[in-house]
């Protein structure tokens, strides 16, 4: 009995082993290098997939999982690692496993949202746009762009109330949604107001129907 197990777990070892494409090479998607983009990174590819034969993107799609996996990226730009596993109700593991095999085949990349990793398919987007589907992933931004694009001019108050946030969140939100340059400050005596600058309207109103 011990023997038949142990050759049986031999085989499928071997089994396994002899169904991965040697291509792949070493799966760990920790080993992939990034570039700093405050405060984003955007993955690059690592330096040994430069000396392994390339990943052709449809034999890599051949695969249902992966299929599945691109295709939900696909149509969720941004959308989160954990959130693709949830989604397609994956194992963490196995979605790792096939996240790592589209990225090293240039089919998907990611960008780092906080502690986040947001993916995309590759060369979709700007990198800028990458940036601002992020930020508009997170619900707060999102209702601030929402409510600025339909009320065109709010205080600071005003805005406070309408996302339903205290003025010091609001504030803190503010600063951190001061680099995307879409929101335009006007002191009005001792108030702020806020509008959306009416060039990135239409950039705005595209990519929040892309994150409903």
């Keep these: 009995m011990i023997v038949g197990c142990f050759v049986t777990s031999n085989y499928q070892y071997q089994n396994f082993s002899s169904n991965q494409n040697p291509n792949y090479g070493p799966l760990n998607i920790a080993s992939f290098n990034a570039i700093t983009l405050s405060p984003y990174n955007l993955l690059t590819f690592p330096s040994l997939v430069s000396l392994q034969t390339p990943l052709i993107s449809h034999e890599v799609l ?49 960008i780092r949202d ?26 707060t931004p999102k209702k601030i762009f929402t409510v600025l694009l339909s009320k065109r001019q ?28 879409l929101i335009l400050h006007v002191n009005d005596g001792l108030r702020i107001v806020y509008s959306i600058d009416q060039s990135a309207a239409p950039l705005l109103e595209k990519y929040l129907t892309v994150v409903e």
């Excluded at 906080?114 to 992020?134: H, T």
């Excluded at 309408?162 to 969140?169: H, L, P």
């Design 62 to 110: 051949a695969n249902s999982t992966r299929s599945q996996i691109f295709n939900h990226i696909s149509q969720n730009p941004g959308v989160q690692f954990r959130a693709i596993a949830s989604a397609l109700c994956l194992p963490v593991g196995l979605a790792e496993y096939h996240l790592d095999i589209l990225s090293r085949s240039g089919l998907v990349s990611f």
């Design 154 to 181: 709010l205080s600071h108050g005003q805005l406070a109330e309408e996302v339903s946030v205290t003025s010091q969140a609001l504030t803190w939100q503010m600063k951190t949604l001061k680099d995307t340059q």
């Design 114 to 139: 906080g502690r986040y990793k947001r993916f995309f398919v590759s060369k979709r987007f700007s990198i800028s746009d990458m940036k601002l589907i992020c930020v508009l992933r997170r619900r």
